[in-house]
């Protein structure tokens, strides 16, 4: 089997539009919630979302290119150049053997709201000849592939809130059994819009809270449900001796992956646990089983049911011996980025191992008895984890864990 590692990041996120923004207000404890602007929320159950600020997509896409994407697809783009550029992998690969997996969780609904209303007030000639592939959400992944010119598979996963997670467990497995020798990989979305939020907010999903200090709170007892956000994560993997034959810079190694599904319920978590610790135990005994600090970047929604089920998981992948496990949800500062969480949670996972600095879960005032582990509460914790492990759970029992651990020659 051939080893995996991460070559090349970039992130578009509500707390920095690149890497280093994103890292540096996560260990400093700052969220990206406010309240919604892009639609007039005035009406809506739930007023408050973390937003993706400033972002500019003509630093990565041509004008006259940006009529045909949706925003999720230049969000896409934007996170997939940067990590390509990080990567400096262009040329230096075989077309046919390099490939995107790239995911959203709801696609382009910015693009179906749009012509929907155009549909409805001025009749089907209305609709943009652009409207499907604009909306359908295999769109990013093709999109990146014709950018970079990766003519190896190319596929798109949808998984909920676990996509951008299984998107790089795919590209994984496709590395590691010889199917492509690179990848661009992870996950994007762009649902902060009046028919998504009205949505998630009618099922109960949402935070109501008019406070965006006390809005996204995982594993404390006030916490009420999630904040949506936005944004795009994107990981080049590549073939270690592929990497290393071309001098790459490398991350992390990618060391496990886990994959499950609760086949319970199409929205509730599983009270039992029993398939999402499943999916973390087989991540860390693929990685190994080492022993050591692990830390867990936690799905985390701040919804009363993921948290406390969460914690169950954890506690039984790990034969209820958490001596060593650290966990902690980023969540609390960049909301729930839906399809985009896993990408973007993996990457503050490879970061947290390189760099030895665990980010915080902030707003942990009122810690959970149901949730007790140790969720590293307000303040990031400067220490070195022996395994890096990003957890991501999804609407329809999805369940999904990455494993990474720094490199070893």
């Known amino acids: 089997m051939n080893r995996v590692v991460v070559t090349g990041i970039g992130a578009l996120t509500p707390i920095g539009n690149d890497v280093e923004t994103m890292w540096e207000n996560l260990i400093s404890g700052k969220h990206g919630i406010g309240e919604i602007t892009k639609f007039d929320h005035t009406s809506s159950k739930a007023s408050l979302a973390a937003e993706v600020k400033g972002f500019d997509p003509l630093r990565y896409i041509e004008k006259n290119e940006l009529r045909r994407l949706d925003l999720f697809s230049q969000y896409a783009l934007s996170a997939a150049t940067q990590a390509v550029e990080d990567s400096d992998i262009i040329e230096k690969i075989e077309a046919e053997r390099f490939m995107v997996c790239f995911g959203s969780g709801i696609g382009g609904i910015n693009t179906f709201e749009t012509e929907h209303e155009k549909l409805i007030n001025g009749g089907p000639r209305k609709v943009s000849p652009l409207y499907i592939p604009m909306m359908i959400g295999n769109l990013a992944a093709g999109n990146i592939a014709i950018r970079f010119g990766a003519k190896g598979p190319c596929t798109s996963v949808v998984t909920a809130c676990s996509t951008g997670a299984d998107a790089i467990g795919s590209a994984y497995r496709a590395i590691k059994h010889g199917y492509a020798d690179a990848a661009i990989t992870g996950g994007s979305e762009a649902a902060i819009t009046i028919l998504s939020v009205a949505g998630f907010a009618n099922m109960t999903a949402l935070t109501l809270s008019k406070d965006p200090d006390a809005a996204s709170l995982p594993f404390d007892k006030r916490r009420s449900g999630f904040v949506m956000g936005e944004g795009a994560g994107a990981l080049v993997l590549e073939e270690y001796e592929h990497a290393i034959n071309r001098g790459a810079k490398i991350y992390a190694e990618l060391v496990g992956y886990g994959l499950t599904c609760d086949a319970y319920h199409i929205t509730a978590p599983s009270p039992e646990a029993e398939s999402s610790a499943r999916a973390i ?6 990685a190994g089983s080492p022993e050591g600090i692990i830390y867990i970047n936690a799905h985390g929604t701040g919804t009363p ?19 060593n496990i650290l966990v902690s949800s980023t969540k ?13 949670e993996a990457i503050i996972s490879i970061l947290a191992l390189t760099r030895g600095i665990l980010p915080p879960t902030i707003g942990l005032n009122e810690p959970d008895p149901l949730c007790d582990l140790d969720n590293i509460p307000l303040t990031a914790r400067e220490l070195k984890a022996m395994l890096a492990m990003s957890v991501s759970l999804g609407f329809g029992g999805h369940n999904a864990c990455l494993a990474f651990r720094e490199i070893r020659s």
Do not use: R
Request: proline share 0%; aromatic share 6%; net charge negative.
């Open 281 to 286: 135990s087989d991540a860390f005994v693929e």
């Open 332 to 344: 609390s500062m960049t909301g729930h980025t839906l399809g985009a969480s896993g990408a973007i």
């Open 305 to 323: 049911l993921n948290d406390a089920t969460e914690t169950n998981a954890i506690k039984k992948a790990f034969s209820d011996d958490t001596t």
